[in-house]
């Protein structure tokens, strides 16, 4: 069983610090994605990382994808309150198959 | 309208009801997903259709029954459920082919509660 293991859990934390998501996992994956979800709404996309070592930025957020294709980190600079949510990877070992990882709920205080 | 609708929104049911939950992408999409989102547990996909086949039960109960009429509709049809199935129930749809990105876009969700 393909399993995307995230940590930490949950971060609480205030307007301004950095912070650092991962997603692991045991399997390797073709491509990475990483979803934000809002309360009362469905995950939207925020990237799609597909080659192993890859870094994507977008705007405060920066997205790297390990060189075995097993993990992945989600980093966000100065974080906003805006940037509350709950953090999703996913993986997709096939076509029309995405796995979700375990998530990783965030809350930043203004 | 644009994107991934789903209704209704909430729904309350008693473990003998029948009930259904409908999905509508306005996307032109040729896949669609019902995933289930409960408090402790990651997202499960449950079905997948891909141009209105099914290609993916991930061993879901029989009480859980989709269709898929169309690739622009997708239903969830519910009986004799258990209180343990409330939950969020999300809908999605991507292009996986044909140049697509194989984004999941997904709709707002039906909150389910079982009595």
């Known amino acids: 069983t393909q399993l995307l293991e995230q940590s930490p859990q949950f971060l609480s934390i205030q307007e301004g610090e950095n912070l650092t998501v991962y997603c692991n996992s045991s399997?390797?994956?073709?491509?990475l994605q990483w979803y934000r979800q809002e309360p009362g709404e469905g995950p939207v996309l925020l990237v799609t990382?597909?080659?192993?070592?890859e870094v994507k930025k977008l705007k405060r957020l920066t997205f790297q994808f390990g060189d075995a294709r097993k993990d992945s980190s989600l980093h966000i600079t100065a974080a906003q309150p805006g940037d509350t949510g709950l953090y999703l990877c996913?993986?997709?070992?096939?076509?029309?198959?995405?796995?979700f990882g375990t998530g990783t709920r965030l809350k930043v205080l203004a | 309208e644009t994107g991934v609708t789903q209704t209704p929104r909430h729904l309350v049911m008693g473990m003998t009801n029948k009930k259904s939950l409908k999905c509508e992408q306005h996307?032109?999409?040729?896949?669609m997903y019902w995933y289930k989102q409960s408090a402790k547990k990651p997202l499960e996909l449950m079905f997948v259709?891909?141009?209105?086949?099914?290609?993916e039960n991930n061993s879901v109960p029989s009480r859980f029954s989709p269709e898929c009429p169309n690739s622009s509709h997708l239903f969830l049809h519910l009986h004799t459920l258990q209180p343990e199935d409330s939950a969020l129930y999300l809908c999605?749809?991507?292009?996986?082919f044909g140049g697509g990105t194989g984004e999941l876009f997904f709709g707002e969700g039906s909150r389910l509660t079982v009595l």
């Open positions: 999605a749809s991507s292009q996986p």
């Open positions: 399997s390797v994956f073709s491509s």
């Open positions: 990382v597909v080659t192993g070592g």
């Open positions: 996913a993986g997709a070992p096939g076509a029309y198959k995405y796995i």
């Open positions: 996307l032109g999409h040729n896949a």
């Open positions: 259709y891909s141009l209105e086949e099914r290609v």
